[in-house]
């Protein structure tokens, strides 16, 4: 049986107290509330709660070893919920922290005892994050705990960066969902390791291995264009599973401009051959190529990273809109935080990545 959802819109800029208020409690006594963070809309509960955290993953059908990350909206609250190890872990903690929080950085560390098991699944450590978002923050101070939350999708569909992607995916599986307005970053926060030598990347996202290193003296990035499955002991549970995927088969290539444009515009024409449908996903200055195409959807201007963020995942959504079959897209070099974007993307098309000169090999 479906449940009632309520839906309840919160100004983004001067959040109305009684809301929050009334938001903040329905976590604390066990309920789920999707919320929007300055990355992603979260899916939160009570992270004290084992029974509350249960939901998350009943309502997202996630699966039961894939670990939550836990906000927080002070250093108190963090100290409840994590106990970094003394020496170098601690002092990395509040160093990176005093740079990148409130923001889109989750850091690994020791978790406390009051964090549950099923938070961690098992795991001796916890992600930690302190968004920015003006809601999540005062949400995460009314509830007056520390906050669980994963993106606020369907198991194994794009992150929902406006309003309506939860509800399309959410509604009548959770308690409430916060109306706050798009995602101002767009793509899921960099989740870095420290509970190992070097900091280590696990994700990327808007705080770059470059800014971390500036901060920590050395920073080490997870090679994300192994796939998951090919990885032995993947080092962040979350790797392992196909992600953001929509339901046509998206096919990434890689090349120059022109050898993308070329091979993109052939593939729509045999596509429309095979009687296909088809969208693409291009930056405004290629989008007028692509008339083949049943959709088009822009990313933005070529060299602006952050519009990439902010588009990709509405852009996937909406291709599921169109009925596409068949999805195109050109990579992006892999800089600042189109190293986050190209991540994603090469998770939507399952590690598809094809070099566009490359004509025997099709997309499948
Ligand atoms: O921006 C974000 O991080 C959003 C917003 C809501 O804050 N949250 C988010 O959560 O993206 P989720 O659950 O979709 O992704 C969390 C990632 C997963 O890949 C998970 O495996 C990893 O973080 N993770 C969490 N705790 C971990 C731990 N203790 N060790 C290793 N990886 C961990
Ligand atoms: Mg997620």
Request: charged share 25%; net charge negative.
């Amino acid at each position: 049986m479906p449940m009632k959802t309520e839906i309840v819109r919160i100004d983004p800029v001067n959040p109305e107290r009684e809301k929050i208020d009334y938001c903040g409690a329905v976590i604390r006594y066990g309920g789920l509330v999707a919320f929007p963070t300055e990355t992603v809309y979260g899916l939160g509960a009570n992270a004290f709660d084992a029974g509350g955290v249960r939901k998350i993953f009943e309502a997202k059908g996630r699966p039961a070893d894939n670990p939550l990350i836990v906000h927080v909206s002070d250093y108190a609250m963090a100290e409840l919920a994590c106990r970094p190890d003394d020496g170098e872990q601690h002092r990395l903690f509040y160093s990176l922290g005093a740079e990148f929080w409130p923001g889109p950085l989750t850091m690994i560390v020791k978790k406390s005892a009051l964090i549950p098991d099923n938070v961690t699944c098992g795991l001796p450590t916890c992600g930690i994050r302190m968004p920015s978002n003006v809601i999540a923050r005062r949400l995460i101070e009314a509830a007056g705990v520390p906050v669980a939350a994963p993106s606020a999708n369907a198991s194994g569909k794009p992150s929902p960066t406006r309003f309506s992607h939860v509800f399309d995916d959410m509604n009548g599986k959770i308690d409430v969902i916060i109306d706050g307005g798009p995602c101002a970053v767009g793509v899921e926060s960099t989740v870095l390791n420290l509970d190992c030598p070097v900091p280590t990347v696990l994700r990327p996202g808007a705080v770059t291995r470059g800014d971390i290193a500036r901060v920590a003296g050395d920073c080490l990035e997870f090679d994300w264009k192994v796939p998951g499955d090919r990885v032995e002991r993947p080092q962040s549970p979350g790797m392992k599973y196909r992600h953001y995927a929509p339901k046509g088969t998206l096919t990434v290539f890689s090349g120059t401009a022109d050898e993308i444009r070329e091979r993109i515009t052939a593939e729509l024409k045999s596509a429309k051959a095979a009687g296909k449908r088809t969208a693409v996903l291009a930056t405004d200055a290629e989008i007028c190529y692509y008339n083949d195409a049943d959709a088009v959807f822009t990313l933005g201007a070529e060299n602006d990273g952050r519009a990439h963020a902010g588009a990709l995942f509405d852009a996937l959504r909406r291709c599921d809109g169109t009925g596409a079959e068949l999805i195109f897209a050109g990579e992006f070099p892999a800089e600042d935080i189109d190293d986050a974007v190209m991540n994603r993307m090469f998770r939507a098309a399952g590690g598809r990545i094809v070099p566009a000169r490359d004509r025997g090999d099709g997309p499948a």
